[in-house]
């Protein structure tokens, strides 16, 4: 059974950083990406970045570029999302999802959700406010 542990969220001032973990357990897809989503209240859901099996492909929203960065260790099962010069519009829920890696399909898109997503996290919250 696929399981996804979100952990990190809190409340930070704005300029603050926080860093998010996803821990998984019982994946068994050979390959499969991790996707870190939020979602603020009355807002669309958003694929904020996403990250490749073995870690050699990464993908940033425009609204978190140059911000946040996404990294895992694999021995520890664990991705995380290091969120710097945060924002209040970053306030949100977040959320890791995973799916397997469609072969038809180029990276990027995957990351969007759009394409659906086997597994979800429960979530952390973050806050951004003074």
């Known amino acids: 059974q696929v399981q996804l542990v979100e952990s990190g969220g809190g409340l930070v001032q704005p300029g603050g950083s926080l860093r998010l973990s996803c821990v998984a357990s019982?994946?068994?897809?050979?390959?499969?990406?991790i996707v870190w989503f939020r979602q603020a209240p009355g807002k669309e859901r958003e694929g904020v970045s996403c990250i490749s099996s073995n870690g050699g492909s990464t993908y940033y929203a425009d609204s978190v570029k140059g911000r946040f960065t996404i990294s895992r260790d694999n021995a520890k099962n664990t991705v995380y999302l290091q969120m710097n010069s945060l924002k209040p519009e970053d306030t949100a829920h977040y959320y890791c999802?995973?799916?397997?890696?469609?072969?038809?399909?180029?990276?990027?898109?995957?990351?969007?959700?759009?394409?659906?997503?086997?597994?979800w996290g429960k979530g952390t919250l973050v806050t951004v406010s003074s």
């Open positions: 019982g994946i068994s897809y050979d390959n499969y990406i």
């Open positions: 999802a995973t799916k397997r890696f469609s072969y038809g399909l180029e990276f990027r898109p995957q990351c969007s959700g759009n394409y659906g997503m086997n597994y």
